[in-house]
């Protein structure tokens, strides 16, 4: 469409072309309510048919079974950093860490300051998190393992995820969540931001297992409780509905247009290999995370210097590419190509990367 750029933003981030206009062509009258979803009352049975859609289109993809709930709330993925030891962590027992970067690490100090006991049973810190450990030490009898499963501004993700020997899995899925199918078996808890690959900012989806329910401590305040928003199917106090609805409809656009998570995958490798193969076979760009722990979501890169990246992302901006910009924690450069990011802004991409090595290198 006329005026719209290639969006590499890491998040929030491109959303897919056809749900935006969806939105736009019922923005007013939302499903013959004469109200815009925006509009109409969160108890109404128009949007109760919204939430419910998008929790069942969750739950399908994912492959869900009736042992997990899933429920929309705010406060962004950060929230989750403390709400999960909060309600899954008793006191008097320790959690293990993975430390991939800085979410995980954020995750890690929002435990500690509450007191708990975190266990880092491996950490990538020594080589500035630029893979996925293998060597992990679990200590015996932890409440939980949390790990983070792709690592948005270091590049890094999990190509498997780790044997916890029945020890539940958590996962920060914020920046890979419906890119690819897996086991959810060995899930406790996942959670995810909506803003990198659900929808926009403002929701957060939470994935729980029925018996993590049984550890939510009676004393927590209602709405620090996960209890309260199963109980309620997200509706223990106003849900973000708007987000809601477009997570909903992006839900609607992986599974009947790309046709499920298996697709999905395929097509998110194919988008990932191209720019990764840029990097390459170029002696100009450096892939930052190593080859085993790359992402298919956020590829970073470096130049041969810092001017040249800047550079390479002001000249990207004005050949209509956006977001390219490292991190401001680690600069360098950086491709994130979720789902919604279509297989052409992502060959725009590879042409103006191999131009740009071509006139510069
Ligand atoms: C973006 C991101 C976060 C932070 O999300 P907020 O919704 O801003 O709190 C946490 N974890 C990962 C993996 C992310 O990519």
């Known amino acids: 469409m006329k005026g719209r750029i290639h969006n590499f933003n890491p998040g929030p981030a491109a959303l897919p072309l056809p749900v935006l206009e969806e939105i736009q062509a019922e923005f007013l009258n939302f499903k013959g ?56 962590l008793p006191d008097g027992q320790h959690a293990d860490y993975v430390n991939t970067g800085t979410w995980a690490t954020k995750a890690i100090n929002e435990a500690r300051i509450q007191g708990k006991t975190v266990n880092v049973a ?20 932890g409440a939980y393992v949390h790990i983070t499963s792709n690592n948005t501004i270091k590049g890094t993700r999990w190509a498997t995820f780790p044997d916890t020997a029945g020890v539940p899995l958590i996962s920060d899925m914020s920046s890979d969540i419906m890119s690819k199918p897996f086991d959810p078996s060995p899930f406790g808890l996942i959670y995810a931001g909506a803003q990198k690959n659900l929808g926009p900012a403002g929701a957060t989806v939470v994935i729980i297992r029925q018996d993590m329910l049984e550890r939510v401590p009676q004393h927590l305040p209602a709405m620090l409780k996960y209890t309260s928003f199963v109980e309620k199917n997200s509706m223990f106090n106003t849900p973000p509905c708007f987000a809601i609805y477009m997570i909903q409809l992006v839900l609607k656009w992986l599974e009947e ?12 490798r194919q988008k990932a290999d191209l720019v990764y193969q840029a990097i390459d076979k170029s002696e100009f760009y450096t892939g930052t995370a190593e080859k085993e722990s790359r992402s298919l979501m956020n590829v970073t890169f470096r130049l041969p210097s810092e001017s040249l990246e800047k550079e390479f992302v002001k000249q990207a901006a004005e050949n209509g590419m956006a977001g390219l910009k490292g991190h401001r924690s680690v600069g360098g450069c950086r491709a994130s190509i979720y789902n919604s ?20 290198g």
């Open 33 to 88: 309510s004469g109200m815009s979803i925006t509009e109409v009352s969160h108890r109404s049975k128009s949007f109760d048919e919204v939430i419910e859609d998008a929790a069942a289109r969750v739950k399908r993809l994912l492959k869900l079974d009736d042992s997990f709930h899933v429920v929309f709330l705010q406060g962004g993925a950060s929230f989750q950093f403390c709400m999960v030891p909060m309600n899954l």
């Open 122 to 141: 491996a950490s990538s810190e020594d080589r500035n998190f630029s893979y996925i450990p293998r060597q992990i030490s679990f200590m015996p009898g």
């Open 257 to 268: 247009t790309i046709g499920g998570l298996e697709n999905m995958e395929i097509i998110n």
């Open 341 to 360: 990011t279509p297989m052409e802004a992502v060959k725009a991409l590879v042409d103006y990367m191999d131009e740009f090595a071509r006139k510069s």
